[in-house]
């Protein structure tokens, strides 16, 4: 019922900066949290920054300082604002948002759904 859309991503050398877009469309009566996950390579996926309807946000301690979440609750999108990247940064991101919405006559609250994912390579 939700389709995320990632867009941003690319190659920057090290000190770089990267700005990630996801855009959320479909049928859904509310977005709950909306967050950048990542994946490198041999590595589990790992939460990068979320951010609540109320704009309240959380990072991993890694880029604390360097990244910056927001979103806008009128278009539906979120951003990831990528400065200081560093090559330990590379990975596929993820857009993962929970919405609300209904199907024929079932309600869904809090659904998970997941963007097809954008690379991010910092190297020089």
């Known amino acids: 019922q939700v389709q995320l859309v990632e867009s941003g991503g690319g190659l920057v050398q090290p000190g770089g900066s990267l700005r990630l877009s996801c855009a959320a469309s479909?049928?859904?009566?509310?977005?709950?949290?909306m967050a950048w996950y990542r994946q490198a390579p041999g590595k589990q996926r790992e939460l990068v920054a979320a951010v609540t309807a109320a704009r309240q946000t959380n990072y991993t301690n890694s880029v604390k300082g360097r990244f910056t979440i927001s979103r806008d609750n009128v278009k539906n999108v979120v951003y990831l604002q990528m400065n200081s990247l560093e090559p330990e940064d590379s990975a596929v991101y993820y857009c993962y948002a929970e919405a609300n919405y209904y199907s024929g006559m079932a309600y869904f609250e809090r659904a998970a759904h997941w963007g097809q994912g954008t690379q991010v390579t910092v190297s020089s």
């Open positions: 479909g049928r859904f009566i509310r977005i709950n949290v």
